[in-house]
T-cell receptor, first 114, second 120 residues
């Protein structure tokens, strides 16, 4: 069975601080796909990144960066110099091959205080 | 990525009534999904809706309670039937397009803006 754990329920930081959101996943499949989504207060779910299991290269996109480590089954998300607009619930998700459903973690609520 | 719209964006309904939520995509997509997000919770998949076939429901969800239609490759509806306050949730439509030669089930899922339902 697939499982995604986001141990941090809520995080609060002051603007301009760096923050890392943790994501640990479980799967027995060798081929799988990891995702991060952002859900602002308005409710829509915004896709941030998709990473394949055979691509461990870390990725940076502006103030966002992702650290994928298969050895620890983790796919952590770091926001550098956080801003108030980063305040949202962030979901990590996992999907294995074979047309299986997307499995979400419980989410981490990030509050950035000005 | 596909642009997805949902109607209504929010509604307040009385117990025992039904609400049909529409999901419209600006391009043809193979797979459409319906999720439920109860207050303060994560997302749970209700069903997968593929055009030309019956929807596939996840454990805990039944067609009588959540009938789904998928008449074409750009549109789907989810009905929440005989509602109770426990049905108060955000309902999200999601799409995946594997038509660009990728394997089914490996592409990214994009989500609509959601329908915020409150049942009194």
């Amino acid at each position: 069975a697939q499982k995604v754990t986001q141990a941090q329920t809520e995080i609060s930081v002051v603007e301009k601080e760096d923050v890392t959101l943790d994501c640990v996943y479980e799967t027995r499949d060798t081929t799988y796909y990891l995702f991060w989504y952002k859900q602002p207060p308005s409710g829509e779910l915004v896709f941030l990144i998709r990473r394949n299991s055979f691509d461990e290269q870390n990725e940076i996109s502006g103030r966002y960066s992702w650290n994928f480590q298969k050895s620890t089954s983790s796919f952590n998300f770091t926001i550098t110099a956080s801003q108030v607009v980063d305040s949202a619930v962030y979901f990590c998700a996992l999907r294995t091959s074979g047309n299986t459903p997307l499995v979400f973690g419980k989410g981490t609520r990030l509050s950035v205080i000005a | 990525s596909a642009v997805i719209s949902q109607k209504p964006s929010r509604d307040i309904c009385q117990r025992g009534t039904s609400l049909t939520i529409q999901c419209q995509v600006d391009s043809q997509v193979t797979m459409m999904f319906w999720y439920r997000q109860q207050p303060g919770q994560s997302l749970t998949l209700i069903a997968t809706a593929n055009q030309g076939s019956e929807a596939t429901y996840e454990s805990g969800f039944v067609i009588d309670k959540f009938p789904i239609s998928r008449p074409n490759l750009t549109f789907s509806t989810l009905t929440v039937s005989n509602m109770s306050p426990e049905d108060s949730s955000i309902y999200l439509c999601s799409v995946e397009d594997h038509g660009r030669g990728k394997l089914l089930g490996t592409d990214t899922q994009y989500f609509g803006p959601g329908t915020r339902l409150t049942v009194l």
